[in-house]
Nanobody
């Protein structure tokens, strides 16, 4: 059974940095797409960064220039480096991956359990 396991959240002061990680637990063939989302209390879940293919990444305008999403294919892991954090970045952060279990096979979508990021002013 495949699970996405997130880590790296916590409490940080404004201007600080955090690095989130999301690793695939279980056997897969490949990760096709991956992304990071966040949800603040009372708000809908929103896209933070979406790694479409290769090194092509889309970022929400609110985090562009401050956050960097990356992937390590060998480790089946994605990262979100968050710099110059602001109180408005406070939210539960989720990773999402579309994976394949065999070459040319269908893709299946999985979400991480979420990790809390709190930025104090």
């Amino acid at each position: 059974q495949v699970q996405l396991v997130e880590s790296g959240g916590g409490l940080v002061q404004a201007g600080g940095s955090l690095r989130l990680s999301c690793v695939v637990s279980g056997s897969i063939f490949s990760i096709k797409t991956m992304g990071w989302y966040r949800q603040a209390p009372g708000n809908q879940r929103e896209l933070v960064a979406d790694i479409i293919s290769g090194d092509s990444t889309n970022y929400a305008s609110s985090v562009k220039g401050r956050f960097i999403a990356s992937r390590d294919n060998a480790k089946n892991t994605v990262y979100l480096q968050m710099n110059s954090l602001k109180p408005e970045d406070t939210a539960v952060y989720y990773c999402k991956m579309n994976v394949q279990f065999k070459d040319m096979g269908p893709t299946f979508q999985y979400w991480g359990q979420g990790t809390q990021v709190t930025v104090s002013s």
